[in-house]
T-cell receptor
Framework: DAEITQSPRHKITETGRQVTLACHQTWNHNNMFWYRQDLGHGLRLIHYSYGVQDTNKGEVSDGYSVSRSNTEDLPLTLESAASSQTSVYFC??????????????FGPGTRLTVL | RKEVEQDPGPFNVPEGATVAFNCTYSNSASQSFFWYRQDCRKEPKLLMSVYSSGNEDGRFTAQLNRASQYISLLIRDSKLSDSATYLCVVKVNPGFQKLVFGTGTRLLVSP
């Protein structure tokens, strides 16, 4: 069955370190998204991609970067982790290949703690 | 003003009750509307899309009022398994896949 996975599921890191969160989908979706979820804010879009070599900034992109070298993967990198980036991170995908275009399918999330 | 606003709840209801949630959105150009369900510490999952004519899926009914810019979700005959957070979601720009999420309404169904 097609799916979307994230790794690691939990991560503890120190301030200033570079961290990369992986997202892999087998839906063959063109569109992929990274969100963070914090109490009182709901899901906020960090970066998104509409296809290979395409990346775009979302509403909370400062301190984060992504790259899209193939259809299946959109890794999220925290260049220099800060305590304000402690959050739950969700990856999602949508688009032609499976189901309705507007439906976003979410990965299980990565819980990141920056000490 | 937030683009999508919801009452955070929690709504505490007994099994079998009917409960309704509302959500308001600020951008009158919004194109598509959805309800997602999120269980504690899990990922959001699509519950249903919301159409202008209203739509029903079993015990769940969604309505859209474009004039007043609000969306509603009605759950009939609540089950314990309905306990979750319900996220109101809006797609603002046609042709773009970006979604705007509300902060969610928490529902607790008790025996």
């Amino acid at each position: 069955d097609a799916e979307i996975t994230q790794s690691p599921r939990h991560k503890i890191t120190e301030t200033g370190r570079q961290v990369t969160l992986a997202c892999h989908q087998t839906w063959n979706h063109n569109n992929m998204f990274w969100y963070r979820q914090d109490l009182g804010h709901g899901l906020r879009l960090i970066h998104y991609s509409y296809g290979v070599q395409d990346t775009n900034k979302g509403e909370v992109s400062d301190g984060y970067s992504v790259s899209r070298s193939n259809t299946e993967d959109l890794p999220l990198t925290l260049e220099s982790a800060a305590s304000s980036q402690t959050s739950v991170y969700f990856c999602a995908s949508s688009g032609p290949g499976a189901g309705a275009t507007d439906t976003q399918y979410f990965g299980p999330g990565t819980r990141l703690t920056v000490l | 003003r937030k683009e999508v606003e919801q009452d955070p709840g929690p709504f505490n209801v007994p099994e079998g009750a009917t409960v309704a949630f509302n959500c308001t959105y600020s951008n009158s150009a919004s194109q598509s509307f959805f309800w997602y369900r999120q269980d504690c510490r899990k990922e959001p999952k699509l519950l249903m899309s919301v159409y202008s004519s209203g739509n029903e899926d079993g015990r769940f009914t969604a309505q859209l009022n474009r004039a007043s810019q609000y969306i509603s979700l009605l759950i009939r005959d609540s089950k314990l398994s309905d306990s979750a957070t319900y996220l109101c979601v809006v797609k603002v720009n046609p042709g773009f896949q970006k979604l705007v999420f509300g902060t969610g309404t928490r529902l607790l169904v008790s025996p």
